[in-house]
């Protein structure tokens, strides 16, 4: 039991997310999410991809309202994926097809 804990807390610490590898090749490929930190829509987005998405480039357009102007951001969030533009929340699937990057191989 006590080496179950242990290895419970240890596991739970990891800065290692399941899509680190999607997030990563996403950046890579020059996907970016804008949002804010008060959209509840950004929050749920970001929760699809966990620890992940510390990987994600995102675009706070509270902080950075011209880069979401310049992108031509009207709701959040809004991904900007090879000069297209997707609202709302995406499926991780999704996102890896538009990116060409796999979910396959991520922790």
Known sequence: LFLLIISLVLNG???QGEYDALAQCMT???AAMYGTDWC???QDQKEIFGKSFQ?????NC???RFACDEAGVT?????VINGETYNGIQQLYKLAQLTECSIEGSV
Do not use: A, R
Not at 55 to 59: E, G, L, Q, S
Not at 75 to 79: C, E, F, V
């Open 75 to 79: 709701g959040y969030p809004t991904w």
């Open 55 to 59: 990987y994600v480039t995102y675009i």
């Open 62 to 64: 509270d902080k950075s």
């Open 40 to 42: 509840s829509h950004c």
């Open 28 to 30: 890579e490929k020059g």
């Open 13 to 15: 610490c990891s800065n």
